[in-house]
């Protein structure tokens, strides 16, 4: 089945301790990125990739780290979380041309104490 | 920059009746337009886009939107609205002329189908 995953799907964790979310495509898709989702807010870039060793800053970069080292994965690292991180976290991948639609993952529902 | 607004946080409508959830946008380039729905505890899905040609788009689940270049627009619309339909809703741009610029979302609407 063709599907974005991400893992863990709930993090509770406290100010400070680095931690990673994964995101996982099994669709070959150049594109990749991640969001976040705040009420009101809608859903905000935080970093993107066109292609592997190919990352570009979002709307929302600053306390985020993203790396591309393969195709289908790209992980988001927070290095020291804190609690306006908290989030709703979006993954999404697409094909690559300019017009792609993107496709979601499940969501990642992170709480920073 | 690109922006992208949905004026309203909420639309309620019956069962039944047509429904229109607006978008406007802005954007330096042309742009690509897409429309994605969220159920809860879901992620999102994709419904339908504008890419170039017929200003009328149609996507899944009988959605349809049409492109207004002049008031820079691409509003949701649907003949007859589903209890099922009830979902948040979020409009957003890609600037086509710049490749690799990132995608902007709207805030979402939330649409309420009442029985």
């Known amino acids: 089945e063709a599907q974005v995953t991400q893992n863990p799907r709930y993090l509770i964790t406290v100010t400070g301790k680095k931690l990673t979310v994964t995101c996982s495509q099994n669709?070959?898709?150049?594109?990749m990125s991640w969001y976040r989702q705040d009420p009101g807010l809608g859903l905000r870039q935080i970093y993107y990739?066109?292609?592997?060793?190919?990352?570009d800053k979002g709307d929302v970069p600053e306390g985020y780290k993203v790396s591309r080292k393969e195709k289908r994965n790209f992980p988001l690292i927070l290095e020291s979380p804190s609690p306006n991180q908290t989030s709703l976290y979006f993954c999404?991948?697409?094909?690559?041309?300019?017009?792609?639609?993107?496709?979601f993952g499940p969501g990642t529902r992170l709480t920073v104490l | 920059a690109q922006s992208v607004a949905q004026p309203e946080d909420q639309v309620n409508v019956a069962e039944g009746n047509p429904l229109t959830v607006k978008c406007t946008y802005s954007v330096s380039g042309n742009p690509y337009l897409f429309w994605y729905v969220q159920y809860p505890n879901r992620g999102l899905q994709f419904l339908l886009k504008y890419i170039t040609g017929d200003n009328l788009v149609k996507g899944s689940y009988g959605f349809e939107a049409e492109f207004n270049k002049s008031q820079t627009s691409f509003h949701l619309k649907k003949p007859s609205a589903l209890v099922s339909d009830s979902a948040l809703y979020f409009c957003a741009v890609r600037d086509r002329d710049n490749y690799g610029q990132n995608f902007v979302f709207g805030p979402g609407t939330r649409l309420s189908v009442l029985p």
């Open positions: 990739s066109m292609n592997v060793e190919v990352t």
């Open positions: 669709m070959n898709h150049e594109y």
């Open positions: 999404a991948s697409g094909p690559g041309s300019n017009s792609n639609t993107q496709y």
